[in-house]
């Protein structure tokens, strides 16, 4: 006998046949409408940001272009800084299938402490001009990111006002030397007295670099209303409100504010600093050292030898020397030269969470991060750096799992290589 199938559905209503056209019901329909509209929040804004790049999106529209361009640029052509970006292109990583990697460590070990995953945020200048939160709104969202922040000399924000705001942070040093030795004493005092145990001492800027794009704006510490920038203020009046309304700009630590970018780097930076300055500086500092702007197999031996505690392969992301090499370029043959047990660190072109699974495979220790955090906290301040800290995070694990890796510990140059 053949079995009638009763073609109607739960509701008592007969369906229609697969792939007829039917009309839709009201309830269906309001499921399918976009929502009332409504101008984004920030958090809605940062919520969105699915990687770096939109994180730059944001901060290109929420800030003047003169502030943005502070930021984003680099020196003359800017060919340093496009193939220290470039340089992560050309790596390929070499997976490996049929691991357990349900979970993942991203911890490691740098310079005898445990850190939540190899990033250091790394030192920049003035940088409540790219948001009134400033430097404390970076050392507590590294602080919850469990990962070091390190306050530059060119900072908008003292020592003590760091470690005021981020006391369970790690918080470094940063440190250019200046021609009155007596200043540069007192500056390591108020770091050391604040708490700061890693002073990261920066090497490559005996002369201020030539960023054009900050010379084509008339760029000054503070920002001043020219005409091009007055204009800037009526499309950025968000920027310009919380800047107006904020304490006056100024050099937290070295004091001052000069009309020009350049001027306080070219009148009070020493370019004479040499080798045997570091024996003079470790009698000052009881920490441990580490040199930022090494761009030669040769130096980092040499520094080695003279017992620095770490090294950081860096072209100061391309805002000093034009055609400098890409610091990736440079890492494994420096990593080769200094050995393992030298803590190396990477800066330079590191835009995601993959870039910095790729350094750690070729060498590093850990790599720096500048410009990648501050465009989080140019498009949404604090909450700015926690979505950037968050988006990093999410793509280191997702790397290592796609890599079949459990531990930072794994990340070796079997895991990627470098294409020439």
């Known amino acids: 006998m053949t079995r009638t199938v009763d073609p109607t559905t739960a509701t008592g209503r007969r369906a229609a046949p697969p792939g007829r056209r039917r009309a839709p019901r009201l309830a269906e329909l309001r499921g399918l409408l976009p929502p009332r509209p409504a101008l984004p929040t920030t958090a809605q804004r940062l919520a969105l940001a699915a990687d770096i790049g939109d994180l730059r999106a944001l901060a290109r529209r929420r800030a003047p272009r003169m502030v943005f361009d502070y930021v984003d640029g680099a020196a003359e052509a800017e060919r340093s800084l496009r193939a220290s970006v470039d340089a992560f292109d050309r790596v390929t990583f070499h997976p490996r299938v049929l691991r357990d990697v349900r979970t993942v460590s991203t911890a490691t070990e740098v310079l005898g402490r445990r850190i939540a995953m190899p990033l250091v945020l790394g030192p920049t200048g003035f940088t409540r001009m790219v948001h009134r939160e400033g430097e404390p709104a970076v050392a507590r969202a590294a602080a919850a990111a ?50 700061m145990e890693v002073l990261v001492l920066t ?3 005996p002369v201020a670099g030539a960023r054009l794009r900050d010379v084509r704006h008339g760029m000054t510490i503070p920002p001043s209303l020219r005409w091009r920038s007055a204009l800037q203020a009526v499309r950025h009046p968000a920027w310009w409100f919380d800047f107006v309304t904020s304490e006056p700009l100024a050099f937290a630590t070295v004091g001052g504010a000069p009309d020009d970018l350049a001027g306080i780097v070219n009148t009070m930076f020493d370019p004479s600093v040499t080798l045997p300055d570091i024996e003079w500086i470790r009698g000052e ?13 040769a130096d980092a031996a040499e520094l080695v030898q003279v017992g620095v505690d770490g090294i950081v392969v860096s072209n100061h992301g391309g805002r000093q020397l034009d055609r ?52 989080g906290l140019m498009a949404g301040g604090e909450a700015g750096v926690h979505r950037a800290l968050a988006i990093l995070r999410a793509e280191l694990e997702r790397t290592m799992q796609l890599l079949g890796v459990r531990e930072t510990g794994e990340l070796t140059r079997e895991a990627a290589s470098l294409r020439p």
């Open 285 to 297: 500092w009881p920490g441990r050292i580490v040199v930022k702007g090494v761009q030669d197999v």
């Open 146 to 195: 469990g990962v070091p922040y390190t306050l530059s000399t060119m900072g908008t924000t003292t020592a003590a006002e760091v470690a005021a705001a981020a006391p369970e942070g790690w918080n470094w040093f940063q440190l250019y030397v200046v021609r009155d030795r007596e200043r540069t004493r007192d500056v390591l005092a108020l770091a050391r007295d604040a708490g």
């Open 324 to 375: 400098a090499p890409a610091p990736l370029d440079l890492l494994p043959s420096v990593r080769d030269a200094v050995g393992d047990a030298t803590t190396l660190f990477l800066d330079g072109g590191v835009r995601s969470g993959g870039d910095v699974a790729a350094a750690v495979a070729l060498g590093a220790s850990a790599a720096f991060v500048g410009r990648a955090y501050l465009y």
């Open 203 to 205: 090497v490559d800027v």
